[in-house]
């Protein structure tokens, strides 16, 4: 799967979710032990920023990861977002080395790390609002891949990712995305 068909579903299943809250969502818990529901989606918000600030080269563009990203709402935030991605999603972009805040890479490659960033807390998202997610099993395997190239034991330290956990052999892709993240699937 190419990263900017992964982004684009990945894009759509969010857009999905984030038409399905209402207020009382807002202080829900997630299985992101760190984050509410709220705090989840301006993290998601605040990643789609950092990642074009970074692709597009532009420092000033870079978010506060601490403030409130979502003052017009979730859907309105999440749609900044995704334009700020789409834009930033140049050939050149993504093909040139960018400083990222994980380390110098392509682009592509942080826009996969992200991609498959969101599509993790979209399952989180769907389990903390009793939502559907509907992600092709091709999207899942393939955020699954990237995450097994640059998910470190480090990174698993129970806040934002822990260490895998079991999941049935039979489970959707999606679940089994969400295991190898540390999320509770049962």
Known sequence: MEVLD???????????????LTPEHRD???????????DL????????????????????????MEADLLPEGPANGWAGAVAAMQA??????LESPRQLPFGEMP??????????????????LARAT??????SDELAEWAT????MVLTDEMRNGDAFDVEQPCPDDAPAIDKLAAFTGRSVE
């Open 6 to 20: 992964a982004r684009a579903e990945t894009d759509q299943i969010i857009n999905a979710l984030i038409a399905g």
């Open 28 to 38: 829900m818990k997630t299985p992101c032990k760190k984050w509410n529901v709220h």
């Open 41 to 64: 989606v301006n993290h998601m918000v605040g990643g789609g920023h950092m990642i074009s600030a970074a692709l597009s080269q532009d420092p000033s563009a870079m978010p506060d």
């Open 88 to 93: 930033a999603a140049t050939p050149e972009n």
């Open 107 to 124: 682009g592509a490659v942080g826009l996969s790390v992200i991609t498959a960033d969101h599509l993790s807390h979209a399952w989180d």
């Open 130 to 135: 009793d939502q559907a997610i509907d992600a």
């Open 145 to 148: 891949q990237t995450w097994g």
